[in-house]
């Protein structure tokens, strides 16, 4: 522990599996206390028994009643907050407007823009009053890969991360001076829940991993890592500190270089 989140008081919305898991953890290591809203009540009694310290709460962050109660469990425990971290999401499993059936782009636009969209405006509606009150206000979305690339994800979800780099935009020039906010772009990652679009048929369909999984996401990016939710928190935890107080309306890719992967490296 090196104290970087030291008196720091975080609300982490999505946090029962996969990315937002790993950074209650890394917070707690770093000395934040943290408070959770996530919509699985097993996933939140296994975080209580993991860290009975956590106050969690058990609700859906598309709607605004849940974000506000989480505020006020974390405010009520703490006595404020100074962050607002969202990693909320779900994933259209690489559905192409081709294999997109027009019926279906009504239900799939609707469900997969209000969970990985609005879920990220409701939390931060919800948090802004008790941000306001707080030295180091903080606000950190989960974008992705797909928030700059095409293939790492279906249209929609492609055009929804899209849309969560608009909002760490737009509310990063609304915001200052008082509040940073910043985006968190992940590549593929292991260890994760990240679950489909019940209105494609696909609610209950997870990322798996599978030594083939690491091998393939290894091979897509400059550095071959295959990376966790551990190695993302990381980045989490230094926009969250102090350390990054001159940063806002920016990104961390954490994703092994895609950048630099579009072209193929010249012979000599
Ligand atoms: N897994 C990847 O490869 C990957 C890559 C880049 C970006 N991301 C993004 O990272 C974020 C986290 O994804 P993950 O892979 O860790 O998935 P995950 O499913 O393991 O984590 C998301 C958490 O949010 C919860 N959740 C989902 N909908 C909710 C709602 N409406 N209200 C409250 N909680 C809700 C889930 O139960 C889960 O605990 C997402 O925004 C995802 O798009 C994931």
Redesign the pocket.
């Known amino acids: 522990m090196t104290g970087w989140l030291e008196g720091h008081r975080a609300l982490i919305?999505?946090?029962?599996?996969?990315?937002?898991?790993?950074i209650v953890d890394a917070f707690l290591a770093e000395g934040a206390r943290v408070a959770v809203?996530?919509?699985?009540p097993d996933?939140c009694a296994a975080l209580s028994t993991a860290h009975p310290q956590v106050v969690t709460t058990v609700?859906?962050?598309?709607?605004r009643i849940?974000n506000d109660l989480a505020v006020a469990a974390a405010v009520k425990a703490f006595g404020g907050l100074d962050v607002l971290v969202?990693?909320?999401?779900?994933?259209d499993f690489y559905r192409s407007i081709e294999d997109l059936d027009a019926n279906a782009i009504d239900g799939a636009f609707d469900e997969i823009f209000?969970?990985?969209v609005k879920?990220h405006l409701h939390s931060v509606k919800a948090a802004l009053p008790a941000l306001h009150q707080s030295e180091h206000a903080v606000i950190l979305l989960?974008?992705?890969?797909?928030a700059y690339y095409p293939g790492?994800?279906g249209v929609l979800?492609v055009a929804s991360?899209f849309a969560?780099r608009g909002l760490v935009t737009a509310l990063a020039h609304d915001l200052a001076p008082g509040v940073r906010v910043n985006g968190i772009?992940?590549?593929?990652?292991?260890?994760?829940?990240?679950?489909g679009v019940a209105s494609l048929g696909s609610a209950s369909r997870?990322?798996f991993d599978t030594p083939e999984r690491a091998a393939e996401?290894a091979a897509r990016v400059p550095l071959q890592v295959a990376l966790s939710?551990e190695d993302?928190a990381w980045s989490y935890v230094f926009l969250a500190s102090d350390r990054s107080r001159g940063i806002t309306g920016g990104v961390v890719h954490s994703?092994g270089g895609m950048s630099v992967a579009a072209a193929p490296k010249k012979r000599r």
């Open positions: 919305v999505g946090a029962g599996s996969g990315i937002g898991r790993a809203l996530e919509r699985d996933k609700g859906d962050a598309t709607t849940p969202n990693c909320v999401g779900v994933f209000r969970v990985n879920s989960t974008e992705s890969t797909s790492r994800g979800y991360k969560v772009a992940p590549g593929g990652t292991l260890g994760t829940d990240l679950r997870s990322m996401l939710g993302h994703d």
